[in-house]
């Protein structure tokens, strides 16, 4: 049995990862690892960078083709989809966002990780609210990209 | 995005994916005492959010009890209505000025003559019974194939359990993947009345079909009563074909305190939230990690709702990791291998005693934990209604895969009963996108059954035979396959 099956967490041995090259290019991080029947991602992907052999396997990144666009990450009815980037110092992480009150850009929110602790501040960069689940992106230490999963806004 | 009026705290005032409309007030009386609720309550919800939870007392001990599943099925709501005892107060609809009486156990039925009282006769190609996701597909499917429906549900909405399931759901653009449950009921209310307009279907909501009767040659009777502001009225129904699409109901675990109110179905739950605006309470305790209880916890934190934790008496999760996942992130702990060992409190819940189980599922001495919490929900699983089905005598089995007894039938989703067929939760519990897609096939099988639209309609029933099969076949769909495998063997056999 695989840990995650027990706890709910992943741990970053559970998925592929990218090079530093692509990591400062963008790509989509899918943390979707069990074969469950669903494909939306892939019918997503403006550029065809997301592909599935049929319905119940996993969808795979080809990160090379990944723009980073992030339409994918509000497509996933899993919420399991994330785009992450380096950029110079900082590090960039785009999540789905299904709470209130919703984020403003510039404002200081605290970042979480797949456990729901709480790993210090991150600024928003972006808020894209385009249906009920709202695609935020927030800036963070580039060390913690592949561990930030959620933001806590403060009241 | 609106703001629901009501002062009470456990009325929803905002929300990050359901739209709460303004209501109108409405004033009703509560044992003798004035309260108010809203235009949508029914009158548990209204109850509820007075936080009036203790509806009925038990037959057995005497104690509270609280309403479990909220969706008409476990009768632990019962009161008077306007002196009318036995009333299910969670889906009965609140109006203006009714009486609303707590009343004493078994209460005493009133006389009633229905000898003469008039019956209003309706004949139709094919009634479709439940107006959930499988209904509702099976009820457009046949009409679309040129029969007319009359499709009966019991509830104020049509559109069963999906009318509260906020999330998005899975599978493939056929099955609308990425769109929520909410909107998919909403669209699909859309089709059917279009197909009301030139009569094609007749929806006939607030009705319970009560029984199943000898009918003419190849005509199946149903008597089905309609409620009007708690009068009834009776209908004599006669059809060529019936679909049965009755849906499931919520299992209960048995420990100390498991009647005490408080103590809800998942989906009793998310009914209360999701379609009342109503939170159970402050704290909850979620028992089950399938995907309802995940789903369930998931929706609790966007209605504001603390959730204390995720307890799971099997050793692993047994919903998807995405839902679980999405818990987490949030804060809230799973335990695997921990069961609930009793729920105390007052006549309402306060708190509950988990304890960790061994390898042989036995409790750990020592290590039971007290948490103090006001809301217990059970998602322990789902057990087929098949009640109608077993009186027209079609062949019944215990398929534990398909969470209980239920109607023998083929791919074509016809029982061993010609022209009588069954879809979603009441033939074998599985997710909302099969329950359509199985309602969508038992459509066209009926339509066929009566000679509509042949060439075309097999095509169509091959394709969707097709989807279902393709959506079953991951490590998911295991359960479902095994059941239908059974299923098909016990027939295989009697031929
Ligand atoms: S981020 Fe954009 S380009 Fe990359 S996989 Fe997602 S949809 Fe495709
Ligand atoms: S849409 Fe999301 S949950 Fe579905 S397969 Fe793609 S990554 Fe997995």
């Known amino acids: 049995m695989k840990n995650y099956e027990k706890t709910g967490i992943l741990s970053t041995k559970d998925f592929i990862l990218p090079t530093k090259k692509q990591l400062k290019k963008g790509v989509a991080i899918l943390e979707c690892v069990q074969k469950i029947p669903c494909n939306p991602c892939v019918d997503s992907c403006p550029v065809g960078a997301i592909s599935m052999k049929d319905i119940n396997s996993l969808p795979v990144v080809d990160f090379d083709k990944c723009i980073a666009c992030g339409k994918c990450v509000g497509a996933c009815p899993g919420l399991a989809i994330f785009v992450v980037k380096i950029k110079e110092d900082k590090g960039l992480v785009t999540l789905p966002y299904e709470f209130l009150p919703v984020p403003s850009v510039g404002e200081q929110v605290s970042v979480l990780d797949r456990e729901g602790k709480n790993q210090g501040e991150g600024i928003v960069q972006k808020v894209i609210k385009n249906g009920k689940t709202i695609i935020v992106t927030v800036e963070v230490d580039k060390d913690l990209i592949m561990d930030v999963r959620n933001i806590r806004v403060k009241i | ?495």
Not at chain 2, 42 to 69: E, M, N, P, Q, W
Not at chain 2, 356 to 365: E, I, T
Not at chain 2, 401 to 417: F, R, S, W
Not at chain 2, 433 to 442: L, P, V
Request: aromatic share 8%.
């Open chain 2, 1 to 495: 995005m609106y703001f629901r009026s009501g002062e009470s705290f456990l009325r929803i005032k905002k929300h990050p994916i359901i739209e709460f409309r303004d209501q109108k007030r409405i004033q009703f009386y509560y044992n003798n005492k004035k309260k108010v609720g809203y235009t949508g309550d029914s009158i548990g919800s209204a109850l509820h959010a007075l936080d009036i939870k203790h509806l009925t007392t038990s037959l057995v001990y005497d104690s509270a009890r609280g309403f479990f599943c909220g969706i008409g099925k476990c009768s632990s709501c019962l009161m008077k209505v306007n002196g009318i005892p036995n009333v299910r107060t969670c889906i009965a609809p609140l109006k203006a000025d009714i009486h609303v009486e707590t009343q004493d156990k078994l209460a005493d039925l009133p006389d009633a003559e229905f000898k003469n009282i008039s019956k209003k006769k309706i004949d139709v190609d094919i009634l479709v019974v439940g107006g959930g996701p499988a209904g509702m597909c099976a009820s457009v499917e046949a009409a679309r194939q040129g029969a007319k429906v009359l499709l009966v549900d019991e509830n104020q909405h049509i559109g069963g359990q999906l009318i509260k399931q906020t999330h998005m759901f899975f599978g493939s653009k056929n099955e609308r993947a990425g769109t929520r449950g909410i909107q998919i009921a909403k669209d699909l209310e859309e089709e059917i009345k279009d197909f009301e307009k030139n009569s094609k279907i007749n929806l006939m909501l607030d009705s319970t079909l009560i029984g199943y009767y000898e009918g003419e040659k190849n005509r199946y009777r149903f008597g089905v009563v309609k409620r009007i502001d708690y009068d009834s009225k009776l209908y004599d129904v006669c059809c060529k074909s019936v679909i049965l699409c009755c849906g499931a109901m919520e299992d209960m675990l048995l420990f100390p305190g498991n009647a005490l109110p408080g103590v809800y179905g998942a989906g009793g739950v998310q009914t209360l939230m999701n379609v009342y605006g109503i939170k159970p309470g402050k704290n909850v305790v979620m028992v089950g990690a399938g995907n309802v209880g995940l789903i369930v916890s998931y929706q609790l934190l966007q209605a504001g709702v603390h959730v204390d934790r995720v307890i799971e008496a099997m050793p692993f999760i047994g919903g998807y990791h995405v839902h679980a996942a999405k818990l987490r992130r949030c804060g809230v702990p799973i335990f695997t291998s921990y069961s609930i060992k009793e729920v105390y409190g007052d006549g309402k819940v306060e708190g509950c005693v988990v304890v960790r189980l061994d390898k042989n599922w036995r409790p750990v001495k020592g290590s039971e934990e007290k948490i103090s919490c006001d809301t217990v929900c059970l998602a322990v699983g789902l057990t087929p209604s098949i009640r109608i089905l077993s009186q027209i005598d079609v062949r019944i089995k215990f398929i534990p895969e398909a969470g209980g007894y239920i109607a023998l039938h083929d791919e074509n989703m016809q029982t061993t009963v010609n022209g009588v067929y069954v879809a979603g939760d009441s033939s074998g519990i599985e997710e909302a996108s099969t329950a359509m897609i199985e309602g969508k096939i038992a459509g066209v099988s009926s339509a066929l059954h009566l000679g509509y639209n042949k060439e075309e309609g097999k095509k169509l029933r091959k394709q969707y035979v097709g989807d279902l099969k393709r959506l079953r076949l991951g490590p998911f769909g295991e359960k479902s396959r095994v059941a239908k495998e059974k299923i098909s063997n016990v027939l295989e056999a009697k031929k």
